[in-house]
Antibody
Framework: VQLLESGGGLVQPGGSLRLSCVAS????????LTWVRQAPGKGLEWISH????????YYADSVKGRFTISRDNSKSSLFLQMSSLRAEDTAIYFC???????????????WGQGTLVTVSS | DIVMTQSPDSLAVSLGERATINCTSS????????????LGWYQQKPGQPPKLLIY???TRASGVPDRFSGSGSGTHFTLTISCLQAEDVAVYYC?????????FGQGTKLEIK
C-alpha cells in the first residue's frame, strides 16, 4: 500500500489550495479515506473522511463549510479542496486509509508522508 | 464527540524497563453486538507519519513486535511496552472509531531515562 500526497505550499490567508493523494496497492473503492492534519509541534487532528463509494462525507467543525473532500475511484485519488484558509490551518496534511473495508468509522493502517500547508502573509 | 484523554503527557523510562500509557474515553467505545472495543494505538516517530500498533484495543497490527501490548475495555485502556528499546522513542496516540468524528488523544511523548 502506498499513499502519496501533493499540493501543499505557502498560501495567503483567505486563499485556496487543493491537496491530492494518489493511492496504490489496494482496491481503492472499497476503503474509506481520511485527511488528518498535524499543526507544528502539535497532535493529530481528524478533519474529514469519505466512504469508498464517495456517497458519505464527514467534516470537523473547524473546517466545515471551507473544505471539501472528494475522490476519483477511477484514478485511485483522494482530494481536499481548501478555501478561506486561516493561519490556524497551517499543518502537515496526511491522507490515511481505513484498516477495514466498507466502514464509515475509520481507523488507519496506512498513511502517506504528508504535505505541508503554510498559511501566512 | 468522544473526548480521548491520555496520561501522562510525557514519560521517561530506562532501556529494558516497562512503559505504560493510559487512555480514557469520555464514553464507552465497546460495541455490544460484537464485544469489540473500537480503540487503536499509534506510534509516531519524529518526521514520520503515525503507524498503527494496536487495533480492537488489544490486537497487534502486522509486524508490530510483541513487546507492545494493549489492554482495557469500555472507557479505560492501556498501552504497555514491556522492555523498552531505543527505537521506541516516539509519541503515542490512542484513537476511538466507535462514533463519528473519530478522535485522538493528545499524545504521550516517550523518552529514554
Amino acid at each position: 500500500v502506498q499513499l502519496l500526497e501533493s499540493g501543499g505550499g505557502l498560501v495567503q490567508p483567505g486563499g485556496s489550495l487543493r491537496l491530492s493523494c494518489v493511492a496504490s496497492g489496494f482496491t481503492f473503492s472499497k476503503y474509506t479515506l481520511t485527511w488528518v492534519r498535524q499543526a507544528p509541534g502539535k497532535g493529530l487532528e481528524w478533519i474529514s473522511h469519505i466512504t469508498g463509494d464517495g456517497k458519505n462525507t464527514y467534516y470537523a467543525d473547524s473546517v466545515k463549510g471551507r473544505f471539501t473532500i472528494s475522490r476519483d475511484n477511477s484514478k485511485s485519488s483522494l482530494f481536499l479542496q481548501m478555501s478561506s484558509l486561516r493561519a490556524e490551518d497551517t499543518a502537515i496534511y496526511f491522507c490515511a486509509k481505513d484498516r477495514r473495508e466498507d466502514s464509515s468509522y475509520p481507523h488507519f493502517d496506512s498513511w502517506g508522508q504528508g504535505t505541508l500547508v503554510t498559511v501566512s502573509s | 464527540d468522544i473526548v480521548m484523554t491520555q496520561s501522562p503527557d510525557s514519560l521517561a523510562v530506562s532501556l529494558g524497563e516497562r512503559a505504560t500509557i493510559n487512555c480514557t474515553s469520555s464514553q464507552s467505545v465497546l460495541w455490544d453486538s460484537n464485544n469489540k472495543n473500537y480503540l487503536g494505538w499509534y506510534q509516531q516517530k519524529p518526521g514520520q507519519p503515525p503507524k498503527l500498533l494496536i487495533y480492537w484495543a488489544s490486537t497487534r497490527a502486522s509486524g508490530v513486535p510483541d513487546r507492545f501490548s494493549g489492554s482495557g475495555s469500555g472507557t479505560h485502556f492501556t498501552l504497555t511496552i514491556s522492555c523498552l528499546q531505543a527505537e521506541d522513542v516516539a509519541v503515542y496516540y490512542c484513537q476511538q472509531h466507535y462514533s463519528n468524528p473519530p478522535t485522538f488523544g493528545q499524545g504521550t511523548k516517550l523518552e529514554i531515562k
